[in-house]
């Protein structure tokens, strides 16, 4: 067994480090306290292949692993939530099940300009009634003709008003299982700019406040019949393998806050005197940064491991989730603790360590609960 | 056209400076980095390539461990790269550097040599001007500005205080600021493709044209008495005024040097 990265893997992640320290750092505290969708660095990290990075170049993606695609999202959440945050959507919810689940000619149509970053992926299966219940979908599709008919609603989208193609779930019927009609759930490929499709509210979030997060609403919005994504009634599963993926990404993206947290940290109580030293000096401090490295170290090995999993695996629900788990309140843990050792400072918006732990909190509930992934995990256990 | 690009894998000196009790670099206590100047050479190429065409190939002499450097520039766009390594080029100051560089370099077909202009290691400025003396090839030095006009380079040459524009036919030699531009990042994609890549390794015995006596340790005239941190120039003037007395006084002096 070997902990090692590759060469390949230690050059991208300088790669990905020097981006987020030269170009997304300087603009982490505006963007959070201005709610502003960081489109400039958007535009800057799809011209170098970012929005792609686990797509084959036969779509016009960059080839590499998710271990590659997980340390991108690290690194830029080291230094900003936000900027995590819309890699990790745009690929792991948008791009992924269109490139396992699509036609080849949905991922000759809609891939190349994604994995380029010409066009902004989002995903849309939350609704008011149905978060973790997924079964509580309201949104229909009724085929008419040549096209389907969507009507409904989605909530709390990632990339929402930003994205030019969307994800989006809705129901399709009804189906008998083990005696009980259960919805038929199917997912298809809508366009922003379709007639019927507008936006609602922008939510007003406590972190990722850069992040676009929106209402879709659909109103006898047509779109065409081969933009059904898999195939009639699939939508659950491809929901479910998608979120696998998914939890990686935001597990990647809580790794890096809760690193980025250390690191901010390690630099302050350095400098930081009382009593006459520095507050490093103090053995509460030193031991309460063992205490955070070593579950960042913890949250690493998970995410890597979930994200090694997905390249080779077919199955990796299980490693998702407990990555997802663990680093996600390993963040919460982690950027509380640095606030604390902060002190007033840290509770105060010109010092990092808040944003960071603002942005910690979403990556429990987002992409499935962290009581989710509990069950995710002891269902396997106890199957 | 093609180009070659001579670049050094250099101890990032951003962390501070680390010497060992004999005053040398203590290089392993030191990350490494391509030397900024070589970058914005090795970018200036890539902008030509992207303009007006051209093959890219990058050089450098070194440990093995210098290969990293050429897969990094490989992944920024570079064609072809090309390790000169040997134990008995070890120890070389410039005048050897530059002796096992030209002899690397007689063995391929080029237009233009960018260099950087100095490394952030050494700081001499002698490597690049010397290859060209080996070649008999002209050099414009300090280079803020490139562009190709037929068969001739038109090149910014940066003074402290203003710039001269030289034309020469190449081949030629250029040696590169690093305020020349803003060098290109990787893309994730091009450092798993350089990883792939064959990088040519060259030893001694491929070295074209040059006497042994003029490589490794033994061919270094330089005696190095004492190595320090780079010092600045000057403290600079400090001056105590309010907001318009500085304004005035600020433009007063542009007007002196002829920037306004």
């Given amino acids: 067994m070997d902990f090692t990265l590759s060469k390949e893997h230690e050059m991208a992640r300088s790669l990905f480090k020097e981006f987020a320290e030269k170009e997304v750092k300087p603009l982490a505290q505006e963007v959070d306290e201005t709610e502003t969708f960081p489109r400039v660095t958007v535009d800057k990290m799809a011209k170098l292949g970012f929005f792609g990075i686990p797509i084959p170049k036969e779509y016009g993606g960059q080839g590499c692993d998710v271990l590659t695609y997980a340390m991108c999202v690290e690194e830029l959440s080291k230094v900003c939530g936000t900027t995590g945050v819309i890699v990790s959507a745009h690929t792991s919810l948008c791009c992924d099940p269109i490139l396992t689940f699509g036609t080849e000619e949905q991922k000759q149509k809609y891939l190349p300009a994604l994995a380029k970053g010409e066009k902004l992926g989002a995903f849309g299966l939350t609704e008011p009634g149905a978060g973790t219940d997924a079964q509580g979908q309201q949104t229909k599709a009724v085929l008419d003709g040549d096209e389907y008919i969507l009507n409904g609603s989605k909530c709390f989208i990632t990339n929402g008003k930003e994205a030019d193609v969307y994800v989006i779930f809705a129901v399709t019927g009804t189906v008998e299982k083990r005696g009980r009609k259960m919805k038929e759930i199917s997912a298809f490929i809508v366009e922003k700019g379709t007639p019927g499709f507008s936006f609602g509210t922008k939510e007003k979030k406590m972190g990722i406040r850069g992040s676009s997060t929106y209402e879709l609403i659909f109103t006898d919005c047509r779109i065409p019949k081969e933009n059904l994504l898999g195939k009639l009634g699939q939508g659950f599963k491809i929901a479910m393998h998608t979120l696998d993926g998914g939890r990686i990404g935001i597990a990647s993206q809580a790794l890096g806050i809760a690193e980025g947290a250390l690191e901010t940290t390690i630099e302050y109580v350095k400098e930081r005197k009382q009593f006459g030293r520095a507050i490093s000096a103090f053995q509460n401090t030193q031991f309460q940064l063992a205490d955070m490295a070593t579950k960042c170290q913890a949250a690493q090995l998970l995410v890597y491991k979930a994200a090694m999993a997905k390249s080779t695996q077919k199955v990796y629900s299980v490693e998702a989730a407990m990555a997802k788990l663990y680093a996600a309140e390993t963040a919460m843990e982690v950027t509380t603790k640095a606030v604390q050792l902060h002190g007033g400072y840290g509770y105060t918006r010109e010092y990092d360590v808040e944003r960071m732990m603002r942005d910690a909190k979403i990556t429990e509930i987002y992409e499935g609960t962290s009581e989710v992934q509990r069950m995710v995990i002891s269902a396997n256990l106890l199957k | ?260």
């Avoid at chain 2, 010497?19 to 490494?32: H, I, Q, S, V, Y």
């Avoid at chain 2, 200036?44 to 520039?73: F, H, N, Q, S």
Wanted: glycine share 8%.
């Fill in chain 2, 1 to 260: 056209m093609k180009i070659i690009v001579c670049i050094k894998q250099v101890p990032d000196t951003k962390g501070g400076v680390k010497f060992n009790p004999d005053g040398t670099l203590d290089r392993a206590a030191m990350l490494t980095i391509m030397n900024p100047d070589d970058k914005a050479g090795l970018e200036a190429a890539l902008r030509l390539k992207d303009e007006y065409g051209a093959e890219v190939t990058v050089i450098t002499m070194g440990l093995p461990k210098a290969e990293e450097v050429l897969r990094e520039a490989i992944a920024m766009g570079a064609d072809k790269g090309i390790l000169v390594t040997d134990r008995v080029l070890g120890g070389a100051d410039t005048w050897a550097t530059s002796q096992t560089i030209a002899g690397a370099i007689r063995n391929l077909e080029y237009d233009l040599i960018i260099t950087g202009r100095q490394a952030i290691d050494g700081d001499t400025a002698q490597v690049g001007p010397q290859i060209s003396e080996h070649l008999g090839i002209p050099v414009i030095s300090y280079a803020q500005n490139i562009k190709i006009d037929g068969d001739s380079v038109i090149v910014e040459r940066q003074f402290d205080d203003r710039y001269h524009v030289l034309k020469a036919k190449m081949p030629c030699l250029i040696t590169a600021l690093s305020e020349l531009n803003e060098p290109r990042y990787m893309t994730p994609g091009g450092i798993f493709d350089a990883y792939k890549a064959d990088i040519t390794v060259w030893g001694r015995a491929d070295l074209k044209d040059v006497l042994d006596s003029n490589l490794g340790l033994k061919g270094s005239p330089t005696q190095i008495a004492k190595a320090s941190d780079k010092v600045r120039k000057g403290a600079g003037e400090k001056v105590t005024l309010d907001t318009e007395e500085s304004v005035d006084y600020i433009v007063s002096k542009l007007k002196e040097k002829f920037v306004i």
